[in-house]
């Protein structure tokens, strides 16, 4: 596609109609998905049967069931996600910015929390479940922190997003539209400049089927416009446009700080589309909603003419002949003992209605599409938190749905990559914007443990470099790369943590005699934690060794002890060689300490032996004092 503006060139009322002409084609080539978008929001709020006759009027008195089997689905899915709830840790590329991937990785959900992350990322995962995308948007608000500015991290709804029709990456779209309704007085509050232009809408905005009646008088729809160009210097700037209707309010191109860096430096759309399952043509995807409506489908229209017919049974109905008049008023009230009928009655002037049980097989069919619906959806009952007879240990239940959550688990690493995504469109805005020194509050791992810490981009921007040609200046730029891991939340996940570390400990891996087979094992094993087993596992090692050592080292003091002294520590009393004993034929060096305690083939008197006694707790304590003086 073209380009609308160039890169020198001010955006004015020319550039907003051709861009009201870029949007209006956008939302027609998306006119199909946002139909599909309406009608998922239907089945998930169990108003499938208006999907089902066109969201007609009522006229059938057919019962209209609503199993909530598709509900399920996504209520586990969504479970699933939030106990997998990711963590963020920012790792260097290079040694002399690790200090800073320090910083970030205790900083990054701080901020994150601030946006109260975890309610859009529960609510983002609600639209990539039903919808087949969610979309995250990653700004910067000026007007946040009193003024001084701060990230700004919010769900964006898809019916209110726009990009180029055939492209499969949003950042490949030429242009990106962002709409959303505000109040015309907040509007011209906030614009004061441009107080009674403001109204009316320049396009229209798809809108769910709301239970409750919107009034959209006295609101306009105000547009976000991002769009990329080729700037003088041959790189590819962002730049924003905002305006309601024909009426331009900011323009980042019209701004000279902003002409040649573009609205936001890292030069990527702010947003974030995490996609459950992907079609071709489009970086949007559908959800288990589209999947999972067919055979919801089917569960309720058999369930409809079971109960149907169930009813028919169980209401009673005759056929009545013309020529015996039956009084209908007291035939039908059933509180009347009697019923008055002229003429003659018999079983072929009276006949009740017979209505045959439908046969067993329909009932099976039914089950089948359930059981359909499990499959298709890999809901199986374990995933909900039943298991079969005979199953009852937490671990093997836990076991049961660790394999049963494959696609679980394949869902939420492809978020993962988009909370990645997210984390590095964060960490470009800190480049950029944090030129003031902020201050966070760290929690503990510990309840009611934190710390303080201070975050600036000093650190973060392009740094100069030595340059082996002299007069060149290179800047190096400090890059970090995103490794995410869950917060376990689940308490069968823990409760298998549990088992595995007394099965750990039964099997000896904490023995430190079997330190060296419990490391073999532990190299082939992978688990939540082995680093922590494995670091243990050599703790222990160490201590025995150490221990060992100072074993022989004490073994080697008692016997020189019992040289000396005929002190014999093990056996706790005096050795053979006492008063009466033979002399101790012992050869010491004169410069020796031993031999400034004894002289070489120097019987020991009993007075020496009673001296030698009270010097032994002292010289296994290492005291000169304690040694006798010759």
């Known amino acids: ?88 840790a920012v790792l260097p590329r290079e040694a002399s910015d690790e200090e800073s991937a320090k910083t970030l990785s205790a900083v990054l959900p701080v901020i994150l929390e601030n946006n109260g992350y975890e309610q859009t990322y529960s609510d983002s995962w609600w639209e990539k479940l039903k919808h087949g995308t969610a979309v995250y948007g990653v700004f910067w608000n000026s007007e946040k922190e009193n003024g001084l500015g701060d990230i700004d991290v919010r769900g964006i709804d898809l019916l209110k997003l726009f990009w180029e029709p055939g492209i499969t990456d949003i ?43 919107i009034d959209t008088t006295g609101k306009s729809v105000v547009v976000d416009w991002y769009y990329k160009v080729r700037t003088d210097s041959g790189r590819t700037a962002l730049h924003y446009a905002k305006f309601v209707g024909t009426e331009l309010l900011f323009a980042s191109e019209n701004d000279p700080r902003y002409r040649e860096t573009g609205w936001y430096a890292h030069g990527q759309y702010p947003v974030v589309m995490d996609v459950l399952f992907p079609e071709k043509g489009t970086p949007a995807g559908f959800g288990y909603v589209a999947v999972c409506k067919d055979p919801q489908l089917y569960i309720d229209r058999l369930s409809s003419d079971i109960l149907k017919n169930a009813a028919m049974g169980t209401r009673k109905r005759f056929f009545v002949s013309s020529s015996t008049a039956v009084n209908e008023e007291e035939f039908l009230d059933w509180s009347r003992p009697l019923v008055h009928v002229e003429g003659e009655l018999d079983d072929r002037r009276l006949q009740e209605i017979e209505v045959r049980p439908l046969d067993g097989i329909y009932a099976t069919v039914l089950q089948m599409k359930i059981e359909e619906m499990k499959d298709t959806a890999s809901n ?155 670091a243990q596992a050599k703790q222990g090692q160490t201590l025995l060794n150490i221990c060992q050592q100072m074993s022989r080292q004490m073994e080697q003091m008692a016997e020189i002890i019992r040289q000396l002294t005929g002190y014999d520590m093990t056996s706790g009393g005096e050795g053979t060689g006492g008063a009466s004993s033979a002399p101790q034929q012992v050869s010491m060096g004169r410069d020796s300490p031993a031999g400034q305690v004894m002289q070489a083939r120097t019987p020991m008197t009993g007075y020496g032996q009673r001296l030698a006694k009270r010097s032994v707790p002292d010289m296994n304590a290492g005291s000169d004092a304690a040694r006798p003086q010759g």
């Open 380 to 534: 199986r009952d374990v995933n909900s938190g039943s298991a079969g007879s005979g199953v009852t240990a937490a671990a093997a239940i836990a076991a049961l749905q660790e394999a049963g959550n494959k696609t679980s688990r394949d869902m939420i690493s492809a978020s993962y990559r988009a909370y990645t995504q997210v984390s590095v469109l964060c960490l470009e805005l800190i480049r950029q914007f944090y030129d003031e020194s902020r201050a966070f509050r760290i929690t503990g791992s510990e309840p009611g443990e934190y710390s303080f810490t201070t975050l600036s981009n000093a650190a973060l921007k392009e740094q100069p470099v030595l340059s082996a040609r002299p007069g060149q200046v290179l800047f190096r730029r400090p890059i970090f790369d995103i490794k995410i891991r869950a917060q376990k939340k689940n308490p069968f996940s823990r409760m298998e943590e549990n088992e595995r570390a007394k099965e750990l400990y039964g099997l000896g891996f904490f023995n430190p005699e079997r330190a060296q087979e419990a490391l073999g094992a532990l190299e082939m094993m992978d688990f939540e934690g082995i680093d922590k087993v494995r």
């Open 171 to 213: 950042q490949r779209s030429q242009n990106l539209f962002l709409v959303e309704l505000e109040d015309e007085e907040v509007l011209e509050a906030r614009y004061p400049q441009h107080a009674g232009k403001l109204g009316g809408s320049a396009i229209d905005v798809k809108q769910y089927l709301y239970d409750e009646t």
């Open 1 to 88: 596609m073209e380009e609308l503006v160039s890169g020198v060139q001010p955006i004015g009322a020319e550039q907003i109609a051709k861009a009201l002409d870029t949007l209006t084609r956008y939302k027609a080539g998306k006119s199909n998905l946002e139909a599909r978008i309406v009608e998922d929001e239907l089945w998930w709020e169990l108003r499938h049967w208006e999907a089902i006759r066109g969201r007609k009027e009522r006229v059938s008195p057919d019962p209209e069931p609503t199993s909530a089997w598709l509900f399920n689905v996504l209520t586990n899915k969504h479970a699933d996600a939030m106990d997998n709830y990711p963590e963020p």
